[in-house]
């Protein structure tokens, strides 16, 4: 039986600005706030022999991102300014994964956030992913995205590039769950599983 004293670190929020007051984007993160404050805080969980574990909305529920103008075309849907599906809602927006700027936006707020709180865990949520278009954008259909794939390489791409700072990657499990949001994905199960790399803790709602 393994214990995981793992404590959650919420950087991001539901709104247009993160609570994490990110330099590298300053329009994306919190206008108030202190970086050193976090670092404090990381600091005292450690002391009190919990992990710190960096927690931040990237690919999906990306509002934070999307919301922007400046940012808005990383959408997978930038003429739209809610969510396509049952939510319509401003936060439950996807990033566009053909468009390698939105790979460099999120990892740099990765980094910035790694190296202020030092985390060997971070957790990308992933989560509901399916409560907006994840395959419709132009960059997307020109090489035939589907949106399994879309799941994956998403996951993929901020696994491999935690992987290489040394942290290991957490997310939600109901994208690979046919008995819950897999359902909207054109495989999931054991099948879609199979795809990810086997380091990567995946937090069950179940």
Known sequence: LLRMNAYPMELGTYGSRTAFP????????????????????ADSLRACGLTPMASQMLWSRAGFVANHPEYKHLAVRPDLD??????????DRNLCVSNPETEKVLHELVAEALDTVKS????????????????????????????AQYVVETALKTHDFLAKRGVQMCMWADMFDPEQNGKALEESGPELLAKLPKDIILFDWK
Not at 82 to 91: E, I, P, R
């Open 120 to 147: 060997p865990l971070f957790h990308i949520h992933h989560d509901e992913v399916n409560y907006d278009d994840m395959n419709t954008n132009p960059l997307d259909k020109a090489r035939n995205l589907t949106r």
């Open 82 to 91: 809610v969510s396509t599906g049952g939510s319509k809602a401003t936060h």
């Open 22 to 41: 990110y330099k590298s984007h300053p329009i994306i993160g919190a206008e108030k706030g202190d970086k050193a404050e976090w670092a404090a805080f």
